[in-house]
């Protein structure tokens, strides 16, 4: 294998995108692939609980936006604008017939969709602050399902860059005056507690 | 981007690994880039509640080794014998001091230190039936911390298959006569639960 840091570089390409461009068509047989990379992942026992909604459609998008918290810490942006919202969304269900608790599946399923997203030139963001109850009604999601998570695709339309954690400790992302969007992430030396070698 | 099925073929690649070429030394740099793979991946609401626990030290690993239950399907075989256990362990914590629920930060962070492995010709797989009791007092973990998985490191000693899931519906895992894995993959249109295009 030569190409020993080509998941480090689309790790850290892959960031949370907020904003797109909405008129990039994105179409089933696209989301499809990106769901199969979720199901060729790991799942705890093998269990295999996520089950998955795909819409490239504009009205179900519509829908599916309307239930949604973006960017919680940007107090003044309620979320992507219209034409600049996401082309298409997944959301995964944990499928309670199957197991009452997916653990950590749709974490490890969104890493590998998103990854393979951003290596088609698409972006996206896994959303978890959902008003779930109303996104259940407006698509008729069966009690039987857990919303775990929405997953926002498109072409992403900004910029997102990686910032240390500063003096003051906060890990609250921002966008500065050229609306750049600051993420700022713990340094390695601070993730790590205990490191043993021989 | 010129190979778009890069990921594809990694995530493919990307099996759970339970046995290994003991020998084949992993260090602490290799297991500190890995753990690099996680800090820049996605966390809820950029949090970033995990902390680790590294270890490639042979006594270490041992006690490790001695907190955790293997592929619990396979009623007659204990995990990996001497010779075949892991070279290195990476313990996944979450941080209450930080937040009291990781969410499923460590399934996004897991995906990409496993894949950041696969990469390099390494694997692993991501333990969660854990003696946490044992391995906290075993590695003095303090209560700050919840212990969330132990993904396992080596040089793979086995192959790794996916099938369909058979007639009987079992996604349980098991082993052929040559001793290879099989591991029973639900089909792309049994986890679509409804697909949305204009």
Request: hydrophobic letters at 35%; a neutral charge; proline letters at 4%.
């Amino acid at each position: 294998m030569k190409e020993k840091k080509m998941i480090e570089e689309l790790i850290k390409q892959n960031r949370s995108y907020r904003r797109f461009y909405q008129d990039h068509p994105i179409d089933l047989t696209t989301l499809k692939g990106l769901v199969n990379l979720g199901r060729l992942s790991a799942s705890g026992a093998n269990l295999q609980p996520l089950k998955y909604i795909l819409s490239c459609d504009p009205q179900q998008n519509a829908k599916i936006f309307s239930c949604l918290t973006w960017a919680a810490y940007l107090k003044d942006w309620k979320g992507p604008e219209e034409g600049e919202r996401p082309a298409a969304y997944i959301v995964v269900l944990g499928d309670t017939d199957i197991s009452k608790d997916a653990g950590c599946d749709h974490g490890i399923a969104c890493q590998s969709i998103l990854l393979g997203a951003r290596e088609k030139g698409l972006g996206g963001c896994m959303l978890g602050s959902i008003n779930r109850e109303a996104l259940r009604e407006q698509l008729n999601i069966s009690k039987q399902y857990n919303i775990l998570l929405v997953v926002a695709v498109g072409k992403p339309k900004e910029e997102v860059v990686i910032d240390k954690v500063g003096a003051d400790g906060s890990i609250r992302y921002w966008r500065d005056e050229q609306d750049v969007h600051h993420v700022p992430k713990r340094e390695l030396d601070d993730i790590i507690v205990a490191e043993y070698a021989s």
